[in-house]
T-cell receptor
Framework: NAGVMQNPRHLVRRRGQEARLRCSPM?????VYWYRQLPEEGLKFMVY????????ESGMPKERFSAEFPKEGPSILRIQQVVRGDSAAYFC????????????FGPGTRLTVL | AQSVTQLDSQVPVFEEAPVELRCNYS??????LFWYVQYPNQGLQLLLK??????LVKGINGFEAEFNKSQTSFHLRKPSVHISDTAEYFC??????????????FGAGTTVTVRA
């Protein structure tokens, strides 16, 4: 059973461009979570999604950030008009249908904004 | 909001020596507690978790942790480390009360470097 897949692993963008980060959950997992890790800090919760639904986006910045988990395909975290402060590692996790269960993490996408 | 403090950012240790990684959290409600490990260029892997029951939790690779409610701590230990234990270790907490138990709060991480 393949683990959580994230791509790309490294992404470089110039200020003002868009960044799209993809996450494929483990097979059979319908719950996806995104976390962000700024330099020298712990991971911070951003958003929790189920298929076609955003359950909790309380950790998402109010502007420029959006997330989706369509019926088919990976979950996407989209950052519009990136700024230098968006440079971070973005981790995706998934869990089985039972909420509160162990979250399985992907290797992360390291975004660098020039 | 939860806060998690990992008291040591870097822990150098010799092979076959014991190691303890400290984790304290702030919460006035019941919590779930986790330790994750991240090897270079890999995702976070669950080492162990405390949900309820015995306060001494055993995990993979010889690690164990003890939940101390009065001290709000969840320290991770291994009696004898190997070179392969070189990695970054994260402590994480989530609230049991309410419906937000999926929302993990992480410490900043402790980098363990094992030397021969």
């Amino acid at each position: 059973n393949a683990g959580v897949m994230q791509n790309p692993r490294h992404l470089v963008r110039r200020r003002g461009q868009e960044a799209r980060l993809r996450c494929s959950p483990m097979k059979g997992h319908s719950h996806v979570y995104w976390y962000r890790q700024l330099p020298e800090e712990g991971l911070k919760f951003m958003v929790y999604l189920q298929k076609e639904n955003i359950i909790d986006e309380s950790g998402m910045p109010k502007e420029r950030f959006s997330a989706e988990f369509p019926k088919e395909g990976p979950s996407i975290l989209r950052i519009q008009q990136v700024v230098r402060g968006d440079s971070a590692a973005y981790f995706c996790a998934s869990s089985p249908a039972v909420r509160g269960d162990t979250q399985y993490f992907g290797p992360g996408t390291r975004l660098t904004v020039l | 909001a939860q806060s998690v403090t990992q008291l040591d950012s870097q822990v150098p240790v010799f092979e076959e020596a014991p190691v303890e990684l400290r984790c304290n959290y702030s919460s006035s409600v019941s919590v779930y507690l986790f330790w994750y490990v991240q090897y270079p260029n890999q995702g976070l892997q669950l080492l162990l978790k405390y949900l309820s029951g015995s306060t001494l939790v055993k995990g993979i690779n010889g690690f164990e942790a003890e939940f101390n409610k009065s001290q709000t701590s969840f320290h991770l230990r291994k009696p004898s480390v190997h070179i392969s234990d070189t990695a970054e270790y994260f402590c994480a907490v989530s609230d049991v009360v309410g419906s937000n138990d999926y929302k993990l709060s992480f410490g900043a991480g402790t980098t363990v470097t094992v030397r021969a």
